[in-house]
């Protein structure tokens, strides 16, 4: 069964920084691609950041671009996001989503629950 | 960017009923690389639809899609009591994905 659990949201204040991670089990992580993709409470999906299979290929949206940074580790199957200069606007729920394939875009067929990550003063 | 808009943004239906729901971008998508989303509440999204009009693993054949260039279209034949939810669209024909906004499918 292809799971995925997010880890490392919390309470930060403007300016902070986090780090989120998924920790994937049930598939063979480095055949395929994954994302971060975020809804704020009561609001749609917003596609934050991919990344390829061998993390070769990475992108952001404009939103985050300059601020987050994803990342894998295939040998530890889990899946990584450094949040830094965080702002109010970034509060929201964050999944990590695998795939349908080794690329950084596409349609994604698998999703954690999510972490919350809150921006408050 | 491919900036995606979804109509209506809100449809009231009743079980039984068909649902057609509308998904246009700002630009045509290449390749089709168009997919749609359920998300029920509480729940995380599902993947319905990808490459415009095929259908993921599991997912009822009264679930539709159709469409090419810019101009998309989820269609439910029949709505069944759990098709109550909020579907999203998303372009994958670029570099990086975007989602719409959404559509709300209400019980009216």
């Known amino acids: 069964e292809v799971q995925l659990v997010e880890s490392g949201g919390g309470v930060v204040r403007p300016g902070e920084s986090l780090r989120l991670s998924c920790a994937v089990s049930g598939f063979t992580f480095e055949d395929y691609g994954m994302r971060w993709v975020r809804q704020a409470p009561g609001k749609g999906l917003e596609w934050v950041s991919g990344i390829n299979w061998n993390g070769l290929s990475r992108g952001y949206a404009d939103s985050v671009k300059g601020r987050f940074i994803i990342s894998r580790d295939n040998a530890k199957n889990s899946l990584h996001l450094q949040m830094n200069s965080l702002r109010g606007e970034d509060t929201a729920f964050y999944y990590c989503?695998?795939?349908?394939?080794?690329?950084?875009?596409?349609?994604?067929?698998?999703w954690g629950q999510g972490t919350l990550v809150t921006v408050s003063s | 960017e491919i900036v995606l808009t979804q109509s209506p943004a809100t449809l009231s239906l009743s079980p039984g009923e068909r649902a057609t729901l509308s998904c246009r971008a700002s630009q045509i998508i290449s390749s089709n690389y168009l997919a749609w989303y359920q998300q029920r509440p509480g729940q995380t999204p599902r993947l319905l639809i990808y490459?415009?009009?095929s259908r993921a693993t599991g997912i009822p054949d009264r679930f539709s899609g159709s469409g090419s260039g810019a101009d998309f279209t989820l269609t439910i034949s029949r709505l069944e009591p759990e098709d109550f939810a909020v579907y999203y669209c998303q372009q994958y024909g670029t570099s990086w994905d975007t989602f719409g906004p959404g559509t709300k499918v209400d019980v009216k």
């Open positions: 490459g415009a009009s």
């Open positions: 989503a695998r795939g349908w394939n080794y690329d950084s875009s596409g349609p994604l067929d698998s």
